[in-house]
T-cell receptor, first 116, second 112 residues
């Protein structure tokens, strides 16, 4: 199994540009999570999906952020327009929740975003 | 907030010594998990302990959970330089096992 796949691994963009981060969860996992990690705020849950449906987006910082999961094997996190304070490492994680509360989350390698 | 808090924030030990990290949280949980993050990499799951368990072992790792004190500890025995990483605890919420809260982590440095 290839694990959770994220692309790109690094993204440098200018303020105001649109940024799209991509994630492919582990096959058979039915929950997908987007996190953001910064030195100041640590690891924050932005949004998560169950069976491709967004369940909780209370962690999404503002309307500039949006996430989609069109099918079980693909999700995107979009920032439009991007700002320097969005610079962070963005992680995608997936999990099989059919077993209830006792399954671990598997994390992707992350996308390091720098907004100039 | 449910967020777990690790203690200490940083720990430096010699190879071969044991390393103990602590985590405290605020509300009832279904499970608590420990993760490791090497510099510049993603998080790797180490161990999960359920709320009805008190201790769990995995190789050189020992995790304890005290739900009355809302705290957990991670012990790494006979540490190695390769154990150098940040360690995070993650808790869910009793009414929502899909929502994980991560602490700020303990940065462990194992000197060869």
């Amino acid at each position: 199994d290839a694990g959770v796949i994220q692309s790109p691994r690094h993204e440098v963009t200018e303020m105001g540009q649109e940024v799209t981060l991509r994630c492919k969860p582990i096959s058979g996992h039915n929950s997908l999570f987007w996190y953001r990690q910064t030195m100041m705020r640590g690891l924050e849950l932005l949004i998560y999906f169950n069976n491709n449906v967004p369940i909780d987006d209370s962690g999404m910082p503002e309307d500039r952020f949006s996430a989609k999961m069109p099918n079980a094997s693909f999700s995107t996190l979009k920032i439009q327009p991007s700002e320097p304070r969005d610079s962070a490492v963005y992680f995608c994680a997936s999990r099989r929740t059919s077993g209830g509360a006792y399954n671990e989350q598997f994390f992707g390698p992350g996308t390091r975003l720098t907004v100039l | 907030s449910q967020q777990g808090e690790e203690d200490p924030q940083a720990l430096s030990i010699q190879e071969g010594e044991n390393a103990t990290m602590n985590c405290s949280y605020k509300t009832s949980i279904n499970n608590l998990q420990w993760y490791r993050q090497n510099s510049g990499r993603g998080l790797v799951h180490l161990i999960l302990i359920r709320s009805n368990e008190r201790e769990k072992h995995s190789g050189r790792l020992r995790v304890t959970l005290d739900t009355s004190k809302k705290s957990s500890s991670l012990l790494i025995t006979a540490s190695r330089a390769a154990d150098t990483a940040s360690y995070f605890c993650a808790t869910d919420a009793k009414d929502n096992f899909n929502k994980f809260y991560f602490g700020s982590g303990t940065k462990l440095n194992v000197k060869p």
